[in-house]
């Protein structure tokens, strides 16, 4: 049986006027489990929002493969996309639409069951606390409601796996812990889930597995007990560093 | 391609369209009521102007009246927008504007005039308004003294009026109510306006307005295909066109039917044929697709509402100049002028109004529309096969896009010849 995510030798290869042939992604490589919260720690720049946009089919891959539940993100990016739900800073809502509306939208046209959108609309209204925010436009939110419909459209279609790239940028502390319990909640509920950051707290406590990436590298992948056994570090951040730094001296 | 996705994605772009202050106002409110408020300004300024006009006084002088003609004196002292006044310098107060008119007996010309016979002249500064004000109320005085004076000489001659006015001139209009309309010329340029400026925020909003808001990518991560998306956004841009060109249309036939015809004596001229619905109907539906393929393609390299509008307004230009084909006088529409974008379906659409049908010209316009339509997606769909595009990250206009890829192309068809 093949796991639900596999990336194989992913490259992405950008042309810049300025700098020429940019390697965002470099041979990155990796598994994620059925149920598990498998993270991408790195730095800006790093390649973590490159590779999940590939995952996503928003970008075409230079070389490699990647396949979510089986479906190639290159000959089968439909089959793709209807099983992911994809969260990141740079995918906003429509701001004239109202909370029911968008998450409505979105489980209509990632191919929800169209005899159940509404029960699957109201139960997520339900399940966010939106109900007060149902019949309001997504223009008139707070920074916080306006998260939580994001999330709510991220799996309006109840797709197997998630990617959250960098989901509390910009979030104050409470919001962002709404985000990371909703996460947790997730996992719980049998969902894989690609969850990238830069902040080692959220990595720490979030996350299953753990791959450092650098430079469009990954330098390691393990869970935290295992990455700690490698290094002799207690500390996430004393391990991306360890890594970071040799990684360098490798390049 | 799958027409359930495109339905939704169709109405999610009406209803934040509907909901958008912006587009309302020039799609749907502009239209309706740009021309009722034309009208009214119009008539109201033009009420304003004449009623001042008429209380304005004229200033005038008689001069050297012969007692046989006090009567017209008198005429003139009974006006109430004649002030008759005397000066000692008439000529300079004329220059000086403290005068409008001179009015004086002169000697008749004819060597066959009688005692009696008169001739005057009016004295006015043609380049003041109230002195020609002044001309017009003392010439019309003067005439009408005149015929009277004719009449009754005549009279002592023993001739009847009819006898004494043997010649008369008749007057008779041989044309058709349409050919006399100079509003049906005027309807549609406003039309492709009201297209263009229907289509232009509808296309920034759907392209670069995504990309502003930053739910472009959002729709790019749903499970439905690029060409979908595209689909339901260019069928968007070419409704609210559309409705923009058929609203306005709706909305000056409206105001010719019942504002002006009665003010023209309810000449049947201010009113659009019903025949001719259509074909005005086509020619509207293929422009409103020319347009929004035109302005989406052009809109969608901006990666803000600001840089949509400045790149889209050379395309909204380029729009108007072949609307200046309908200026010329005596323009006919024929197949050579079928052939011209815009331009043909505007000179279609204006025969039509006159009940006028150039069957041949108007199958050329539908082919060379239609084509055009077909060229603006096959360039939309080989453009979003380019990811940098797609993604916003492209830094540039359309212009220098096609360049750089032909050069590119160029650059590897020369690299490998086979």
Redesign the interface.
């Known amino acids: 049986m093949h796991a639900p995510v596999v990336v194989r030798n992913l490259r992405k290869i950008f042309y810049d006027e300025g700098r020429g042939e940019v390697k965002a992604v470099d041979s990155v490589s990796f598994e994620c489990n059925e149920g598990e919260v498998f993270g991408l720690l790195g730095a800006n720049g790093a390649g973590k929002t490159t590779t999940l946009r590939m995952l996503?089919?928003?970008?075409?891959p230079t070389s490699g493969t990647a396949t979510i539940m089986g479906h190639d993100v290159v000959s089968s990016a439909?089959g793709v996309?209807?099983n992911?739900g994809?969260y990141?800073?740079?995918?906003?809502?429509?701001?004239?639409?109202t909370t029911r509306?968008t998450i409505d939208?979105?489980a209509?046209?990632?191919?929800y069951p169209a005899d159940l959108v509404e029960q699957r609309v109201e139960y997520l209204i339900d399940r966010f606390g939106l109900a007060k925010y149902a019949d309001a436009?997504i223009e008139k939110l707070s920074s916080g409601m306006k998260q939580k419909v994001s999330v709510a459209r991220t799996i309006a279609?109840n797709p197997s796996i998630l990617i959250f790239d960098e989901p509390t940028v910009g979030l104050d502390v409470l919001n962002a812990l709404d985000v990371q319990e909703t996460i947790s909640e997730l996992r719980s509920e049998g969902k894989t889930i690609i969850f990238s950051t830069h902040i080692m707290s959220e990595a720490q406590r979030l996350c299953d597995r753990i791959a450092i990436i650098h430079g469009g590298h990954i330098l390691a992948c393990d869970t935290l007990a295992g990455l700690r056994d490698t290094t002799q570090q207690h500390y996430l951040e004393d391990i991306f560093v360890l890594y970071v730094k040799a990684g360098q001296e490798t390049v | 391609m799958n027409f359930k996705d495109i339905r939704v994605l169709y109405w999610r772009e009406i209803r934040s369209a509907l909901r958008d202050r912006t587009i309302v106002t020039n799609s749907i409110l502009l239209p309706i009521l740009l021309y009722p408020t034309i009208m009214w300004l119009v008539y109201t300024g033009i009420t304003f102007v004449s009623g001042q006009n008429e209380e304005l006084k004229s200033r005038i002088m008689l001069k050297e009246i012969p007692a046989a003609h006090e009567i017209l004196k008198k005429e003139f002292e009974g006006d109430k927008s004649i002030v008759l006044v005397h000066s000692p310098d008439p000529a300079a107060d004329l220059r000086n504007a403290t005068l409008d008119a001179i009015v004086e007996f002169v000697p008749p010309k004819s060597i066959q005039a009688t005692d009696n016979d008169f001739a005057t002249r009016i004295s006015y500064d043609e380049s003041r308004d109230a002195s020609n004000r002044a001309r017009s109320r003392a010439g019309q005085k003067i005439s009408r003294y005149r015929e009277n004076y004719l009449e009754r000489q005549a009279l002592k001659l023993g001739l009847t009026r009819a006898q004494f006015q043997n010649f008369s001139i008749d007057e008779r209009d041989v044309s058709t109510g349409r050919e006399v309309s100079a509003f049906v010329i005027v309807l549609p340029i406003f039309f492709i306006i009201m297209l263009a400026v229907g289509g232009m925020h509808p296309a920034i909003d759907s392209t670069a307005g995504e990309r502003e808001n930053s739910t472009w990518e959002t729709v790019m991560t749903t499970a439905t295909s690029r060409a979908n998306v595209l689909v339901a956004k260019y069928l968007y841009v070419a409704t609210m066109s559309f409705t923009a060109g058929f609203l306005n249309l709706f909305a000056m036939i409206f105001c010719m039917g019942t504002l002006l015809a009665p003010l023209f004596g309810n000449n049947s001229s201010l009113r659009i044929p019903i025949q001719s619905s259509p074909v005005v109907l086509i020619g509207a539906v293929l422009l409103a697709l020319f347009v929004a393929a035109g302005m989406m393609i052009l809109a969608s390299f901006a990666r803000n509402y600001k840089e949509g509008q400045s790149m889209i307004s050379p395309f909204y230009i380029a729009l108007i100049v072949p609307v200046m084909f309908l200026q010329t006088p005596g323009l006919e529409f024929t197949p050579r002028i079928a052939l011209i974008p815009v331009a043909n379906v505007m000179m279609m659409i204006r025969d039509a109004f006159q009940g006028v049908y150039h069957w041949r010209s108007i199958g050329i316009t539908l082919a060379v529309e239609t084509a055009c339509v077909v060229l603006a997606l096959r360039v939309a769909m080989l453009v979003i096969q380019h990811e940098d595009f797609m993604m916003g990250s492209y830094s540039g206009g359309f212009g220098k896009f096609v360049k750089e890829r032909w050069a590119t192309k160029r650059h590897k068809d020369h690299k490998n010849p086979l």
Not at chain 1, 56 to 60: C, E, K, V, Y
Not at chain 1, 90 to 95: D, F, K, M, S, V
Not at chain 1, 108 to 111: K, L, P, S, T, V
Request: no cysteine; net charge positive; proline share 3%.
């Open positions: 996503s089919t928003i970008l075409t439909q996309r209807k992911l994809f990141s800073a740079t995918t906003a809502l429509y701001p004239r639409l509306e939208f979105f209509r046209i990632n191919q436009r279609h």
